[in-house]
């Protein structure tokens, strides 16, 4: 439980992409750039995965990303948060049906929270970054 | 122009078909296809867009798409092949540009190109069955095949000892995308670059297959984040070139306006990260700042940030209030300033001038070869603009606005051209502003019913370039085939030479020049860092690095 607290304090994330439109991407950046700037509470991307306290994946998981992100999520330091962003990472999105299309994330690896929304909007983002945060800390 | 061709290719055409006033359908004998690329390419000057596979379940059909960028006339070569041993001749060796599309149409339709020896999958992964090809009709809409349990990444063999291969790439968090090169150096310079592409495919083209008219607008908006506003433009101009449709004058401002929002939150968007990749972050959190601006108008307009929905076929879904203008004009014009200050910091900075100037140029003679378009093609000196030749529905003929072309075809002329677009930008939006103040509010959609068969094309010019679609109807609710072809699909392939002879530090900034937007493409690679000396940060960390010393240089 502790280990699960230091957690908490400045979230340092790493951001696997599969097959999104390049939209979460875009705002994921957009969070850390002045107007947001959640960068202000210690949380940065960094870029490797041993690094990170958090796993952020967005898209829907094509047949070549599975492979990287089962490999990435063992690589990476335990505990750590996964965080499915976006519509097409949580649920496969408006491309459940394509023939590219590997297994919902949440069938490969453990995960802790959703962020839903096409694209999720800044607000809601820094609402899922706060609710990570008091799950790590045991308060949901 | 028409009667010269018509003259010029004589017997060899089977049938000409004009769809429209500016589009032409020429089907050839497949025998006579590489004589007749030759007569469009080298001796008339046209443009290859792209080429799309159809599946006739009696046969396949393959279309080459020139487009004849002085008038916006788009000739469309028609070849078949019988379905039993699916052949065509290359044309590779005519036109560069086309290397990607033959494999691309080899892998998902299995049509051999005969000539061609890099044929290997572009698309797909290595464990994707043989023989299986999804844009088939007979694969059926929905199904997927089993994944093995065990895949292994590789990087690409046969490198020549005593150079090494750096890739670059994929998963920097600092790229909005993860993307991937390998680059063979020898020293410090680049001797030959691989762009190993594919991770991001998600099968569009087929899933379009499966949707409503209606609801393709909403799957093509998720091809990309940062066009999402090009690609179902484009689309819905393929499909009233289908119907022959002309939309209400106040949906055709409305169209313009948010496609010219959406070109200036990108560029702000690529000028951000390029001041990135040279060191300069705090560019980067100005032109993002800058970026939020726009994104309100958007908001307002949409109701999202990203994302319109604003496209449908016969108009636009949602009315700008007149009583909004004004409003959105002050905010728009705010801009303006911040666009002054990096103009200035573009133009003054010795630093950019050192880092940026004869990097990664790309001449005339290779933009036309590999056929690049848009801010790409724009700084080698061709003109070409989509806007000003071929968008009937939109409200480019009637308003006035400039295309900046640049000569040297470096690095600094792609920033530069991008720059002075987004004043253009500035300049379209609040000519189109002033018009929608005297037109009556509501009118903003004909109503379409039903879509005959039959096949449409339409282009836009995305920030990035030209999107291209393509689709065919056989009357019923969904398209039959849907054929994109988004801009970097072009752009990046160039840079097999424009990286090729820089030193390694350049190469961030230089592959970063065409704006790769690999959602777009449908591609995305990942490699594992074992036997690898660079990755991408440090190739950023090399970059920054090399500014710093310029700067240090610069001043004593």
Known sequence: MNKLKILTKSIWVFHFASGPCNNCDIEILDILTPRFDVERFGIKLVGSIKHADCLLITGMLTRKGVVRLKEIYEMAPKPIAVVCFGSCASSQGIFKNSYNRAVPVDEVIPVSAYIPGCPPRPEAIIDGIVKVVKKLRGEI | ?556
Not at chain 2, 313 to 327: K, P, T, Y
Not at chain 2, 502 to 516: E, M, Q, R, Y
């Open chain 2, 1 to 556: 122009m028409k009667e010269k061709i018509k003259e010029r290719l004589r017997e060899r055409i089977v049938k000409w078909e004009e769809k429209s006033k500016r589009r032409f359908y020429i089907q050839i004998k497949k025998e006579d296809l590489k004589e007749v690329v030759k007569i469009l390419f080298r001796d008339f000057g046209f443009r290859f867009c792209t080429a799309t596979g159809v599946d006739n379940i009696k046969n396949f059909e393959v279309i080459y798409h020139f487009s004849d960028d002085r008038t916006g006339i788009l000739y469309n070569l028609r070849v078949f092949t019988d379905r039993e041993k699916p052949s065509l001749p290359t044309i590779t060796d005519i036109i560069k540009g086309a290397k990607w599309i033959e494999r691309e149409i080899h892998e998902l339709f299995g049509i051999g190109f005969e000539g061609n020896s890099d044929l290997r999958r572009l698309l797909l992964d290595e464990s994707w069955p043989e023989g299986v090809y999804p844009l088939r009709k007979d694969y059926e809409y929905g199904r997927r095949e089993e994944l093995p349990d065990s895949l292994t990444c590789s990087i690409s063999e046969g490198v020549k000892e005593g150079r090494t291969v750096i890739p670059i790439g994929p998963y920097h968090p600092l790229q909005e995308e993860p993307e991937f090169f390998e680059l063979e150096v020898f020293g410090e310079k680049v001797i030959g670059i691989n762009i190993n592409i594919g991770y991001n495919h998600r099968g569009i083209e087929k899933l379009s297959e499966g949707k409503h008219w209606d609801q393709v607008t909403f799957l093509v908006e998720r091809i990309c984040g940062i066009c999402s506003t090009s690609h179902p433009f484009a689309y819905v101009l393929a499909v009233e070139d289908l119907l022959n449709l002309e939309i209400p004058e106040r949906a055709k401002y409305i169209r313009s306006i948010i496609g010219e929002l959406e070109r200036i939150h990108s560029h702000l968007l690529w000028l951000g990260l390029a001041g990135h990749f040279l060191g300069y972050n705090t560019v980067w959190m100005w032109a993002w700042k800058t970026r939020e601006v726009i994104l309100d108008i958007c908001e307002q307009i949409s109701g999202n940030r990203n994302h319109y929905a604003m496209m449908k076929i016969g108009g636009v879904r949602r009315d700008i209030l007149n009583s909004e203008v004004d409003g959105i004009k002050s905010k728009l014009n705010s801009i303006i300033s911040a666009l002054n200050l990096f103009k200035k910091a573009v133009e003054d900075d010795p630093v950019i001038h050192a880092r940026t100037k004869n990097v990664g140029v790309l001449t005339k003679e290779e933009a036309i070869n590999y056929c690049v378009v848009g801010p790409t093609a724009r700084p080698s000196g061709i003109s070409t603009d989509i806007r000003k030749i071929d968008i009937k529905n939109s409200a480019y003929p009637l308003i006035e606005f400039d295309v900046p072309v640049l000569n040297n075809g470096d690095v600094y002329d792609k920033i530069v051209v991008r720059v002075l677009e987004m004043y253009e930008s500035v300049k379209i939006i609040n000519q189109c502003l002033d018009r929608l103040k005297d037109l009556k509010e509501g009118d903003i959609c004909e109503e379409v019913r039903e879509i005959p068969p039959g096949e449409g094309i339409g282009r836009y010019e995305a920030p990035r370039g030209e999107v291209f679609h393509y689709v065919r109807s056989d009357g019923g609710n969904t398209p039959t085939r849907h054929k994109i072809r988004a801009p970097s699909y072009m752009n990046v392939l160039s840079n097999e030479v424009s990286a090729v002879g820089g030193t390694v530090s350049d190469a961030a900034i230089t592959l970063a020049a065409v704006d790769p937007c690999y959602c777009c493409t449908e591609r995305i690679q990942a490699v594992e860092f074992n036997k690898v000396k660079y990755r991408w940060d440090d190739l950023i960390k090399l970059s920054q690095e090399k500014t710093k010393k310029i700067r240090k240089r610069l001043r004593e």
